[in-house]
């Protein structure tokens, strides 16, 4: 089974700290993603990566950046947290195969920016 | 750009009720999964279904890609049911569009 995980479950920050939310799949993907959740705007995606060191700019990727050093880890970095941050962020990563383009999920983890 | 609808917005069923639930989508896609989050924002992969039908337990789903929708059905619904069920469609090869949910609350 894919196993994706995140760092935290649970996180709150304050205004202008730096956070870094980290993935972790064990599955050999080679592309991994960002989302935020939010009511009523639904899922949204920040950044994603082909591979390793690549990265691509979502929809919404203002205030955020990303950082793929090794294939099985993701990370997402807010370089000064604002309270507009405030949400649920959730990982996921797939293979690159043709015709497997299943996304998987991480449990996500609420960040709390105060 | 491509829009992704899905109803019923909200479900309430009795314990043991079986529903349909419905995407439909504006534009070609080349793939369709469904999820179902549970209360604790877990996002659980239902069916990875670009086209024809799948079985898996209570649940099955349907896409017509040609008529552009799909479907999942729950039968027998649990408490565990209860949550919100995603479609989300892939047009190109980094292009994922999630549609709105549809929150099913399954009562005893």
């Known amino acids: 089974d894919v196993k994706v995980t995140q760092s935290s479950r649970y996180l709150v920050k304050r205004t202008g700290e730096k956070v870094f939310l980290e993935c972790v799949q064990d599955m050999d993907h080679e592309n991994m993603f960002w989302y935020r959740q939010d009511p009523g705007l639904g899922l949204r995606l920040i950044y994603f990566?082909?591979?390793?060191?690549?990265?691509e700019k979502g929809d919404i990727p203002e205030g955020y950046s990303v950082s793929r050093e090794k294939k099985e880890r993701f990370s997402l970095i807010l370089e000064s947290a604002s309270t507009n941050q405030t949400s649920m962020y959730l990982c996921?990563?797939?293979?690159?195969?043709?015709?497997?383009?299943?996304?998987?999920f991480g449990p996500g983890t609420r960040l709390t920016v105060t | 750009g491509i829009q992704v609808e899905q109803s019923p917005p909200d479900l309430i069923l009795q314990e043991g009720a079986n529903s349909t639930l419905r995407c439909n989508f504006s534009d070609s896609v080349n793939n369709l999964q469904w999820f179902h989050q549970n209360p604790w924002g877990q996002l659980i992969n239902l069916f990875y279904?670009?086209?024809g039908t799948k079985q898996n337990g209570r649940l099955s789903a349907t896409t017509v890609a040609t008529e552009r929708y799909s479907l999942l059905y729950i039968s027998s619904s649990q408490t565990t049911d209860s949550g919100v069920y995603f479609c989300?469609?892939?047009?190109?090869?980094?292009?994922?569009?999630f549609g709105p949910g549809t929150s099913l609350s399954v009562i005893p």
């Open positions: 996921a990563s797939r293979t690159s195969r043709v015709g497997s383009y299943e996304q998987y």
């Open positions: 989300a469609v892939q047009t190109s090869y980094d292009k994922v569009i």
């Open positions: 279904i670009p086209s």
């Open positions: 990566s082909y591979d390793v060191k690549m990265k």
